[in-house]
């Protein structure tokens, strides 16, 4: 689809999230697999050796760990401004998911769509945004090309 | 059952999957087209448009939740030291604890054997809030020292309105937290609860990390955010004068600097206001009073140093909590005095 078809935002961030302290703004994160499958063997290894260390190391996001009989294990993540995200571990090995977690803890909770600018700013100018009438004299009447100045 | 033994029959032949239930209940799966699944999904479609959606339920009712683990999380996001107890107290509404008494009457619960033994946060958001309306009201006269009272007043309201804390409230997980009686949250319940936070804040860690919490999620709602949006200014002009006259400054004369397309549909005219014969603030409008306000709004906006292009206030002083003055506003206080002028 064109870029018209489909959603887009400007840049953002929640809350200035940087302007004042950074906020980890993943709060919650939940690994749902299967004590039994097969595609959930990469899950269980990384919840046998990742999980505590990620745990430890993000100690402002509740890792929640819950078996469950399911065809495809998931992560969902929850982010301070209400998104919820989930990703499908289907036989990933260990090392990929630790990726991917960290590649979720990263994100702010906004949506991946296009960001039509990759600028923000907001004193987008600083000696005045320049418009028809800016160094030119004074004058009240029909307006015409200026005068040429004898050099 | 007879049907039972027949279907076990088939089960070989026609790839049937059977599982018993109990013993006298047999459930069937094929792998097939399923014929029933369209009107199924029809009929619980239709059932959505007239019914509308289920009620938003509260996070803590929904799987995967464990209070103590969320509010310490709570606490090490913000990379603050709160209290536990203080922290829980907190968010505890006394609408909250009025419901909880009235579910156990319901239930015919004993008052005695099982009493609800659960703080209000009333007085933490009470200490809250006039802590927030001092810290804030003292950062903007150190930001802005020419602002008026009125000024700081209407900053200070603003950006302990519902809409603004309630904003900063959701987006900081205190929403999931809340205990409160309806949800979702209402936003007065929710305003309580944020003021009731900072309280607890202050407890446990003092005055300066809150303020320091404050300056960091409530001061920067005002990024972006013009001086004129927060204090409404019914007369300018007014204003205007009193400032220059304080300042014992000639009185503003407004003249036509610019003008175009006079006859036609949008007009445009430039006002400029000189304080003895000298311009100091221009400003367009469609017709010659709405430039003259604008000039005015300008002029004023110059005058308290809050310009779109003024230096950015400093959010990383950790040790000043009231944060740098800006010179930058110094100087353009030196260009309004009658020595320049």
């Known amino acids: 689809m064109t870029s018209r078809g489909t959603p887009s935002r400007f840049l953002q961030s929640v809350l200035q999230n940087g302007v004042g302290r950074y906020v980890c703004q993943m709060k919650r994160i939940s690994l749902i697999f299967s004590k039994n499958g097969q595609s959930s063997l990469g899950a269980r290894e990384f919840i046998e050796e990742g999980v ?11 890792v929640y760990v819950s078996p469950q009989s399911c065809r495809i294990p998931k992560i969902v993540a ?12 289907t036989s990933k090995t260990s090392q990929q998911i630790a990726e991917l977690i960290t590649k979720l803890t990263n994100q702010s909770g906004l949506d991946i769509i296009r960001i039509r600018k990759p600028i923000h700013t907001d004193s987008p100018s600083i000696q005045g945004q320049w418009h028809p009438f800016t160094n030119r004299p004074l004058s009240i009447g029909p307006i015409g090309p200026q005068k040429q100045q004898a050099n | 059952m007879a049907s039972g033994y027949i279907v076990s029959r088939g089960v070989l032949t026609f790839g049937i999957h059977c599982h018993h ?3 006298n209940v047999l459930l069937t799966q094929t792998r097939e087209k399923k014929r029933w699944m369209k009107a199924y999904t029809l009929l619980m479609e239709r059932k959505l448009k007239i019914e509308g959606l289920p009620p938003p339920k509260p996070r803590s009712q929904k799987p995967n939740w464990d209070y103590h683990a969320e509010v310490q999380a709570f606490s090490s996001r913000l990379k603050e030291n709160f209290s536990p107890e203080l922290l829980k107290t907190a968010f505890v509404n006394p609408c909250y604890i009025q419901s909880e008494k009235e579910r156990r009457q319901a239930l015919g619960v004993d008052s005695e054997t099982a009493a609800l033994v659960l703080g209000d946060n009333i007085q933490l958001n009470t200490q ?14 150190a930001s802005f020292p020419s602002l008026p009272s009125k000024g700081v007043v209407a900053i200070v309201s603003h950006l302990t309105s519902h809409p603004v ?3 900063v409230a959701r987006n900081l997980a205190i929403e999931d937290l809340t205990m409160s009686a309806q949800f979702p949250v209402p936003d007065e319940v929710l305003h309580s609860t944020f003021l009731a936070v900072i309280g607890a804040l202050q407890e446990s860690s003092g005055a300066e990390r809150a303020g320091l919490f404050l300056r960091d999620f409530l001061v920067t709602q005002l990024v972006g955010k013009d001086l004129f949006e927060m204090w409404s200014v019914v007369n300018p002009m007014g204003l205007l004068v009193e400032e220059l006259s304080k300042r014992n400054v000639a009185l503003p ?17 430039f006002v400029g206001l000189y304080s003895d014969k000298k311009l100091f603030a221009e400003a367009p409008g469609e017709t010659v009073l709405a430039a003259e ?6 002029a004023l906006r110059k005058i308290y140093g809050c310009t779109e292009n003024r230096r950015p206030s400093n959010f990383s002083a950790a040790e000043e909590k009231l ?12 260009d309004m005095s009658p020595q320049a002028l």
Request: aromatic fraction near 8%; proline fraction near 5%.
């Open chain 2, 323 to 334: 944060g740098l003055l800006p010179s930058i506003h110094q100087q353009q206080l030196k």
């Open chain 2, 165 to 167: 804390v309630c904003h």
């Open chain 2, 21 to 23: 239930v109990c013993r």
């Open chain 2, 293 to 298: 306000e604008e000039a005015a709004r300008v």
């Open chain 1, 78 to 89: 929850e982010y301070l401004n209400g998104n919820v995200k989930e990703e499908a571990i």
């Open chain 1, 52 to 62: 505590v260390d990620f745990a430890q190391k993000n100690p402002g996001t509740v």
């Open chain 2, 253 to 269: 004369e407004p003249r036509l600097t610019r003008s175009a397309g006079a006859g036609t549909v949008l007009p445009l005219y």
């Open chain 2, 128 to 141: 809250g809030l006039e802590f927030t309306k001092s810290f804030l009201s003292d950062w903007c006269r």
